[in-house]
């Protein structure tokens, strides 16, 4: 009797272990998950610091300047910098779509970098490079999400008596949908 009773007790012991061993587990899976959400974040950040530090070198600059109202402005060389910088750009907007499909980016920062891809597309330059080619670089589904966005068509530019200033509103935004 007294052997049957202190196997009970060791049953129901080793039962609340395993209990508190699986809540151990899911709370180290959670942080974990947590974790990586914040290191993709991070490589993100990174990536989008790189572009816009490359387009602060002049030369880049001028090129995409000159290649945004056509881009028949730009040389053979110059037309090389200027869709690889799209391209970049438009690899980092699919780069969002898929971390925020996966639950890695909020919604928020996800329309927001959604926007500024389509609104990129608006530019004549870069639209003439995608319809000849350049979307192909990406995947079809993004492409067609891409393209069924609205565009926030307020268009920012360097005024020299006024600096920074647009064209239009912000704030008439038709959401993203998947």
Do not use: C
């Given at each position: 009797?007294?052997?049957?009773?202190?196997?009970?007790?060791?049953?129901?012991?080793?039962?609340?272990?395993?209990?508190?061993?699986?809540?151990?587990?899911?709370?180290?899976l959670r942080q974990n998950t947590k974790?990586?959400?914040?290191?993709?974040?991070?490589?993100?950040?990174?990536?989008?610091?790189?572009?816009?530090?490359?387009?602060?070198?002049?030369?880049?600059?001028?090129?995409?300047?000159?290649?945004?109202?056509?881009?028949?402005?730009?040389?053979?060389?110059?037309?090389?910098?200027?869709?690889?910088?799209?391209?970049?750009?438009?690899?980092?907007?699919?780069?969002?779509?898929?971390?925020?499909?996966?639950?890695?980016?909020?919604?928020e920062l996800w329309e927001s970098e959604?926007?500024?891809?389509?609104?990129?597309?608006?530019?004549?330059?870069?639209?003439?490079?995608?319809?000849?080619?350049?979307?192909?670089?990406?995947?079809?589904?993004?492409?067609?999400?891409?393209?069924?966005?609205?565009?926030?068509?307020?268009?920012?530019?360097?005024?020299?008596?006024?600096?920074?200033?647009?064209?239009?509103?912000?704030?008439?935004?038709?959401?993203?949908?998947?």
């Amino acid at each position: 009797m007294n052997f049957a009773k202190a196997n009970h007790w060791l049953v129901l012991i080793a039962n609340f272990a395993v209990i508190a061993g699986i809540v151990f587990l899911a709370v180290e899976l959670r942080q974990n998950t947590k974790q990586l959400e914040l290191q993709s974040y991070q490589s993100w950040v990174a990536a989008n610091t790189a572009l816009n530090i490359a387009i602060s070198d002049p030369l880049l600059s001028a090129i995409v300047s000159q290649g945004h109202a056509n881009s028949a402005n730009l040389t053979s060389e110059t037309s090389i910098a200027y869709a690889m910088f799209h391209m970049s750009m438009l690899q980092m907007a699919q780069s969002t779509h898929y971390l925020y499909r996966e639950g890695s980016l909020d919604k928020e920062l996800w329309e927001s970098e959604m926007y500024r891809a389509a609104g990129i597309l608006s530019i004549p330059g870069v639209r003439q490079w995608w319809d000849a080619g350049g979307k192909t670089q990406l995947t079809p589904s993004f492409v067609k999400f891409l393209e069924s966005i609205e565009p926030d068509v307020t268009i920012w530019y360097w005024d020299e008596d006024r600096g920074y200033t647009s064209d239009g509103d912000f704030g008439h935004r038709k959401e993203p949908t998947e």
